[in-house]
């Protein structure tokens, strides 16, 4: 009995020494922070200046050298309640975020249900043409926008789209890149466990819906992120459909600062950190699941 106790004791003061040595090993910087805090710094900088510029008044963001705002904190406070105020009163903000907001999350359902559909068949039906189709998809990645922008606006003209949230939903329901992601990692995945599945009377659809996406987090995760960010921030699609205020999206509708001869540069900064904050807290939240599914044997083969 004293014997176990200590085998006890043991396991549990190796697991603590483990624990410990994580820890530390967690704390202690290596050769790659050196080399990446100046990265990070620079990458972050940016930013940085952003929420500096919107906190300032318009003559100081005309001084040069650059210099922090004056008045910390009352006059800080005082700017920032004017310039994201002035942003948000001077323009249908509202609507546009609410616009963004439609088109965003149309366009990451869609590419959530087209791509998983088409990915599972690719990977898992076979057809004649299969291979070759996937190759077209593929190379389609390889194409860039502009080569494509207009026979697509003709499309939505003919569709009678134009100037609507449907002219910037409809051709970003399903990318080439969410398709071929998520093709990987059904190709990864093993057969027996749908094949369990489709013997107790499972259809292709409800094996897919109840067996397979349940276990692909990550890749469904890295899709609809990197959808999001995309509509989101697209602005030169929306230049070309869009006619109108009502129907402009933030990155389309931060021009209306600007105009020809005067650009009220905090009132615009104080815009354009409203408009990525929401999209900053979502990719810290969900790095997670992003980084797992870039890091995983998905994306091979």
């Given at each position: 009995?004293?014997?176990?106790?200590?085998?006890?004791?043991?396991?549990?003061?190796?697991?603590?020494?483990?624990?410990e040595l994580k820890t530390r090993r967690w704390h202690r910087p290596s050769g790659w922070h050196v080399l990446l805090l100046p990265v990070a710094l620079v990458m972050a900088f940016p930013f940085v200046w952003l929420i500096v510029a919107?906190?300032?008044t318009l003559a100081e963001t005309r001084t040069f050298p650059p210099s922090l705002p004056h008045g910390f904190p009352v006059q800080w406070l005082t700017n920032l309640w004017h310039n994201y105020g002035d942003a948000w009163t001077q323009a249908p903000f509202g609507t546009w975020v609410l616009n963004t907001t439609i088109v965003s999350?149309?366009?990451?359902?869609?590419?959530l249900v087209f791509?998983?559909?088409a990915g599972y068949a690719l990977a898992r039906?076979?057809?004649?043409?299969?291979g070759a189709l996937f190759l077209v998809i593929l190379a389609t990645i390889m194409v860039p926008f502009q080569v494509v922008m207009i026979p697509t606006l003709l499309i939505i003209k003919h569709l009678g789209l134009v100037d609507s949230l449907g002219a910037l939903i409809a051709p970003n329901l399903v990318t080439p890149f969410g398709i071929f992601l998520l093709r990987q990692f059904f190709k990864t995945m093993p057969v027996e466990i749908e094949e369990a599945a489709r013997i107790d009377g499972a259809s292709r659809v409800g094996t897919l819906v109840k067996v397979v996406l349940p276990?692909?987090?990550?890749?469904?995760a890295t899709v609809g992120i990197m959808t999001l960010l995309w509509t989101w921030n697209d602005f030169l699609w929306p230049l070309i459909a869009i006619q109108t205020p009502p129907h402009m999206t933030l990155q389309l509708g931060l021009q209306s600062f600007q105009s020809a001869h005067l650009t009220n540069w905090p009132v615009l900064m104080a815009a354009t950190v409203m408009t990525q904050i929401p999209m900053l807290a979502i990719f810290i939240v969900a790095q997670r699941w992003f980084v797992q599914?870039?890091?995983s044997s998905g994306v091979k083969g």
């Open positions: 009995m004293s014997v176990g106790m200590e085998r006890i004791d043991e396991l549990g003061g190796a697991a603590a020494l483990a624990a919107s906190i300032s999350a149309s366009c990451v359902i869609g590419n791509c998983s559909l039906i076979r057809f004649f043409g299969n276990s692909m987090g990550a890749p469904l599914s870039l890091a």
